[in-house]
């Protein structure tokens, strides 16, 4: 009997294991400060374009911007934690416009 115990105590800790793991893969997994930031000024940027702005400062700008970008949500990962990390990165990645991007 207590080989049939352990047998069943550890099919279900591997069980709880799997659990856990498709939990975080479904929901604290998200995309880094650096893509976040990437697609925030590529939505910028085409946002400027579309309203006549751009030119020869333009990529001077993106540079600071990105690393300026990058700092803001390293902070805020390691202030808020990655569980609202996750969910706010995943809605910005999905944002079309600014606007939709600021409601994140």
Known sequence: MNR??????AIGSVGAIAGLFGLWFAYVRAPGPQDVCRHIIEVTTREAAD?????AGQDAVVAQ?????????????QLRGR??????????????????????
Do not use: H, N, P
């Open 4 to 9: 049939t115990f352990g047998r069943a105590l």
């Open 51 to 55: 309203q006549g702005v751009g030119g």
């Open 65 to 77: 911007l990105e690393e300026s970008c990058v700092k803001q949500k390293v902070d805020k990962i």
């Open 83 to 104: 569980v609202v990390w996750a969910k706010y990165a995943k809605c910005v990645m999905q944002a079309d416009s600014l606007d939709d991007i600021w409601r994140c």
